[in-house]
């Protein structure tokens, strides 16, 4: 069956103000953008960005699915949303047949759709999980840069200059329990594998991390072909969190984030921050920490270097000597919509498969930092109004 599936092709916005979020992705995220259809007015507008491997397309919202092409409407009330991973893959209509008789639903039926340039077979099937989707494509029949009807937007003089290779991994937020469900129907219709974050995790409990003012928990499967999956619980505990906020808007899960892979995070940051784009920064104690420091220098990295965009290290440093190579650098933007909703994440990865715990206790700390201080400035302009 994996033979079926080809590779991760592109991930679909549907939000309200598209040329909007386009322009904050070209400004702040250096995607371009090279094929766009609805510009003339006619259709609602669906833009491709692309930034070195990484392709986004942005669909205005709308509430008609014969206005959208290659996924479908979202509801009336939708929040702005990330929720179609589209996936490349072999034999359209023998997938979907398949995917049909594991209790799928279509969202639209294989479809064949052409212009000059030759023609494209693909269908929408809904995920188990909340508002999301996968447009499952074949495009071994088609010769020009993106989809039928989607017109090439020149570049001109202007090179491109993102340096993002391919998507690392997509985060799904979860409602409390469901889980191991999701990861079953992965399994089952995508022949994603469970991949432990922790020696000997139980796939039904994930792996649970724990603390003060943190409880999550996470599941990550993984597919030779479309890369790795997280699914992200919160544990019952005090106060607010990133997962909870989430779902306030995608009440029943969705796509929380997605990490971009880059070669050279230092570079990719700072020309990003150049840019206007925003990342969540880290308290000073993270740096100054003499067992971080002695790590981030054991590996020939300058603690400055990663204060400056609030970079995080996870390493298998267990001091004073270093015992690898192997470390993990993320860094994680400032929501693209709203306060708590989607936003993109930077990772670096040098021959390190998972991900860090250290790196995720010090994002939600640093997220609940960004959320109670706007909170608080929101208090103080509603308060001001009054
Ligand atoms: O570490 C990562 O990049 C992850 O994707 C894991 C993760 C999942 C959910 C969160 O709210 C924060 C981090
Ligand atoms: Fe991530």
Redesign the pocket.
Known sequence: MTSLLIRLSHITFQVSNAQKVIKDLVTKYQFYPFAARGLDGKSPCQVALRNGGVVFMVNQKTFTDSDMLYDSAVTLQSPDTVCNVSFEVEDVPSLSRRLVDEGCQLLVSPTELHDDFGSVTFCVVKSILGNVRHTLFDCTRYRNNFLPEFQTIESGDHIPVGNMSYID?V?YACPRGTSPHVLRWYERCFGFKHFPLSKAEDPERGFEIRGPQIG?R?MAADSPALGKM?L?ESLPQEGNN??DLFLQHHKQGGI??V?LFTPDIFKAAESMVQQGARFTNQPPTYYSDPRKQQEIRGLGLEPEMLSRFGILLDSSFTGPEIHNNRYLL?VFAEPLFSKDSFYL?LIERQDAEG??EG??RA??RALKDFLDSTNQKEEKISSNAV
């Open positions: 991994h985060t999550l996470l997280v992200a990133q997962v929380q984030h990490g993320q994440e991900f860090g790196n995720i994002l939600w």
